[in-house]
Structures are given as C-alpha cells and as structure tokens.
C-alpha cells in the first residue's frame, strides 16, 4: 500500500530563516507526490506536485521540494520563511486515491 | 472557475437528526473525494467516486454514512441518524484522474456540529 509518513508534528523557525518540513513516501511503481498547506478554517490548498523529470520541484509562495529517490524524501523547503507561512502542511501521494500524512504544523516566529 | 463548492459551510443540529451536506466539483473534474477531519483523527478519507461511480467506501464510519453522486457535477454525504461523534469538518475534493493523475482541489468544507 502507498504511504506517506510526516515526522515532525510541530515545527518552528524564525522568520526569514531557511524552512524545510519533511517527508517520506513508501510506493510501489512511480510515486506522484503532492504538498498541500492549510490555513485555519479554510480547505486544503495545493502548493507543489512531482510526477517525473526534475527533482527540484517548484510550487506555490515561493515554495519547492526536493524529490530524492535513494532516501524515498520529498522534504518542502523555503530559503526565507515569512510570519504568513505559519499553517499546517501535508504530503500526499497519490495512486488513484490520495494518501495524506498527519501533517506538520508550522510556526514562523517574528 | 468557481472552485469546488460546498454547502452548508456550517451546521449545527440535534443527535437524531439527518444531516446533508453537499458538494459541486469543479467542472470537468472525473474525480470526487470526501474527507473528515478532526483533531483526533486528522484528516480521513471517506469515499470516492470516479467518473460518478464509488470506487473505495471503506472509509464511511459506518451503515448511518451514506454517499451518492447521481451526475458529474454534484454529490452528497448523507448523516442519518446524526451522532455527536460525527461532528467534524467535512471536505469535498475533485480532481483529474488517468495516467496523467492531476490534484486536489479542495472546497472550504462544511463544519458539523451534532449536539
């Protein structure tokens, strides 16, 4: 089955500091893997997405991942982080239905 | 485009009750998700139908949760009868599926509250 594991509940960074938020992926055949971030009280929104070709893979806000094969990664990163940023975030792969992690909220400290 | 649409974006009733809540999905979209999240349990699939046919339903709770999508353009989660329990965010999601599977697009949720 496919599976995607966040393993950090809570992370925090200063603002203007480099962020990354992580994630792993267990599939069987190509991974499609998907990064969504959500604001309070809204729906989930997209910000990036690796089918195939590069691994660097740049979304939404400023926002990229970088898809690693060997490591089974697809960690989301930021070089500045921004007070706004703060949300919870979550990685999902996809084989038809879509498999979500737990998701990983994120506090950018002023 | 609208986005995927979702009503009531909030209800709040009496355990007993039958609740419905209701989802457009973005036009052209072959795929339609529903998802609940709540605090405890984070965000779970329930069900979801492709090209208007359920593929996967071994999400719902349970025989109280019932979905239907009679046509592409509009689906409903039926809650009958309500539990407190079942009060959570409800989420309706489409997307492009086929070898080229696109994203979800995600509504802005339908927040239940059973009493």
């Known amino acids: 089955a496919q599976s995607v594991a966040q393993p950090e509940d809570q992370v925090n960074v200063a603002e203007g500091n480099p962020l990354t938020v992580k994630c792993t992926y267990s599939?069987?055949?190509?991974?499609?893997l998907f990064w969504y971030v959500q604001y309070p009280n809204r729906g989930l929104q997209f910000l990036l997405k690796?089918?195939?070709?590069?691994?660097l893979v740049k979304g939404s806000y400023g926002f990229e991942a970088e898809f690693n094969k060997s490591q089974t990664s697809f960690h989301l990163k930021k070089p500045s982080a921004l007070v706004s940023d703060s949300a919870l975030y979550f990685c999902?792969?996809?084989?038809?239905?879509?498999?979500f992690g737990t998701g990983t909220s994120l506090t950018v400290i002023p | 485009d609208a986005g995927v649409i979702q009503s009531p974006r909030h209800e709040v009733t009496e355990m007993g009750q039958e609740v419905t809540l209701r989802c457009k999905p973005i036009?052209?979209?072959?795929?339609l998700f529903w998802y609940r999240q709540t605090m405890m349990r984070g965000l779970e699939l329930l069900i979801y139908?492709?090209?208007?046919?359920?593929?996967?339903d071994s999400g719902m709770p349970e025989d109280r949760f019932s979905a239907k999508m009679p046509n592409a353009s509009f689906s409903t989660l039926k809650i009958q009868p309500s539990e407190p329990r079942d009060s959570a965010v409800y989420f309706c999601?489409?997307?492009?599926?086929?070898?080229?599977?696109?994203?979800?697009?995600f509504g802005e949720g339908s927040r239940l509250t059973v009493l």
């Open positions: 999601a489409s997307s492009l599926g086929g070898v080229n599977p696109g994203e979800l697009f």
């Open positions: 599939v069987s055949g190509n991974p499609y």
């Open positions: 690796y089918i195939t070709g590069d691994n």
């Open positions: 999902a792969v996809r084989d038809g239905r879509f498999y």
């Open positions: 036009s052209g979209h072959n795929s």
């Open positions: 139908f492709n090209n208007n046919v359920p593929i996967d």
